[in-house]
């Protein structure tokens, strides 16, 4: 049983304002809470129809959540989606560490003030499937736990680390020969590219790409060629150009 | 100006059942409508603000397209976007040749059974991309002319070859020796694999993969190995998933 002010608060998380004022956020979906449940994230309270909570119950006790059984109907009035799912979880918002460097081991990605929730979403997705543990986020990027960025990385968000900071400023600070990739519409083919196992790859805002100020501290240009004889296709969705360029990177791990 | 029953007759085309009655489908945006003027598409008539007449009225009036003025206020009438462009326009579907063979020289995508409208436009856009002229749905899928595919296609609805049939059929009536590769969550890796320039690519569902009729006529099973150690990485949603088998598609004819 939800009341007025539950509801009314649930709904006041879809605001990036009143998640920082109140650190939480909402999961949705069996898949999502369940990997939330799974991680270092707090997941504080589930709300959920009877069957699920039956199917559930054990493992959520077990870790001390406080389970809550509302009806579809309720689950109705406080989901953020079309159609809502058995499940909804209210979860603590982790306190982000200032970090000032990247890690010098390891894939990170950098994002360029990504604007769509739905390509965020995507690229943390796509960074879990390829094993790539940190994604640093400009501060203008969309927030993380917007409900549609949330719902669209299923589950991913509770492995991979996402940071906002001031992207020029932790380039700035780099270890030398750190590589920094940067996708543009020029720069080397990426499938003749030298790619290293180690470094940053930038990806840029969906219509202006890599910012000026990001560009500077790129060391090595590159660009996912066209097929397209017409040279009409305009470009790759940033989210699209992401899963080939990490799988490109990782491709090299195995054949090389 | 636009009277009440052209909006009434537009807002009828946001469903299938009246597209396929009158043959007629919407696009928004200047690269889609322009890209869709440049191609083998009849635009019928193009919705407008001043501004955007002006600036492309020589080039719609050399083909003979009618040009209708209106305001703001009544693009939002019509639009199927959340914030609608400055121009709209009423094109005709065209009629689709039942074909029963597949080209045999080059890849041709199968989707079996795409359902989300948004993973059918960036499938079509991942296609034009990466050279690939020709896609076939089946029936089961989602609607080509559904706006929101229609959009996300970026223009590239213009240039890539989309028919809807029966998968079974066409595949059982191949020519011999035609590859018939599907992405599966087990098979070869795809970066060992080997990978053809011609051929078919067949893609499933969001949630069920590959149908059990469509499977049999599988010649290479192929997948996308994960790089997440933790083993929670579900899946690649079906677009990434494409965008990663084109891309490695591609990336063969140009370094081996």
Not at 126 to 138: E, L, Q
């Amino acid at each position: 049983m939800l009341s007025k002010n539950q509801i009314k608060f649930i709904h006041s998380l879809k605001l990036k304002k009143y998640r920082d004022l109140h650190s939480q956020f909402m999961a949705e979906g069996t898949k999502l809470v369940m990997d939330l449940v799974e991680s270092n994230y707090h997941v504080k309270e589930v709300f959920a129809v009877k069957e699920w909570i039956v199917e559930h119950a054990e493992r959520l006790r077990a870790v001390g959540i406080i389970l809550t059984e509302v009806t579809d109907e309720e689950l109705s009035r406080i989901t953020a989606l079309s159609s809502p799912s058995p499940v909804s979880a209210l979860c603590s918002i982790p306190e982000r560490e200032a970090i000032i460097t990247v890690p010098r081991q390891g894939l990170t990605l950098a994002l360029d003030e990504i604007k769509d929730p739905g390509n965020l979403g995507t690229i943390i997705r796509i960074a879990d499937w390829f094993g790539i543990r940190n994604i640093i986020c400009s501060h203008g990027s969309v927030d993380l736990y917007n409900p549609k960025v949330v719902q669209s990385t299923m589950g991913s968000i509770a492995r991979v680390n996402v940071i906002y900071t001031s992207l020029p400023e932790i380039l700035s600070n780099l270890e030398p020969n750190v590589k920094v990739y940067g996708t543009f519409l020029t720069g080397e083919n990426i499938y003749k590219a030298d790619l290293e196992n180690d470094g940053i790859i930038i990806l840029g805002n969906e219509s202006a790409g890599i910012s000026l100020e990001v560009k500077q501290f790129v060391t090595d240009k590159i660009y996912i060629p066209s097929f397209d004889v017409t040279g009409h296709a305009e470009s790759l969705n940033v989210s699209m150009a992401a899963a080939v360029v990490c799988s490109e990177f990782r491709r090299r791990t195995i054949t090389e």
